[in-house]
């Protein structure tokens, strides 16, 4: 029954930087690492970055190394993307939810409203 809102999207130029946040409530499924995901139109939803609860241990997606550091507050159950040097195909809406290697959690069923990124070129 975990209940995930994102925020802190928006429009921005090539070469910027955006914090997205995902604020957890409920069930945190702290078994497994938390993901960044994202999802463009008529497109299946992309792995972008994980984290896990208890070592911080972090994952991304290729084509956001370097560029993306994805961070969480266990205090405050709350997972972070740091989005910098935005290429316009990062344009997507994001999508925070429990991860299992590049793939949401078996079971996962509980997607936010997502938050949306535009990059401008």
């Known amino acids: 029954q975990v209940q995930l809102v994102e925020s802190g999207g928006g429009l921005v130029q090539a070469g910027g930087s955006l914090r997205l946040s995902c604020a957890a409530s409920g069930r945190t499924f702290s078994s497994y690492a938390m993901g960044w995901f994202r999802q463009v139109p008529g497109k299946e939803r992309e792995f972008v970055a994980r984290?896990?609860?208890?070592?911080?241990?972090?994952y991304y997606a290729n084509s956001v190394k370097g560029r993306f550091t994805i961070s969480r507050d266990n205090a405050k159950n709350t997972v972070y993307l740091q989005m910098n040097s935005l290429k316009p195909e990062d344009t997507a809406v994001y999508y925070c939810?429990?991860?299992?290697?590049?793939?949401?959690?078996?079971?996962?069923?509980?997607w936010g409203q997502g938050t949306q990124v535009t990059v401008s070129s």
């Open positions: 939810a429990p991860a299992l290697g590049t793939a949401a959690a078996p079971g996962f069923a509980s």
């Open positions: 984290i896990s609860w208890g070592f911080g241990s972090t």
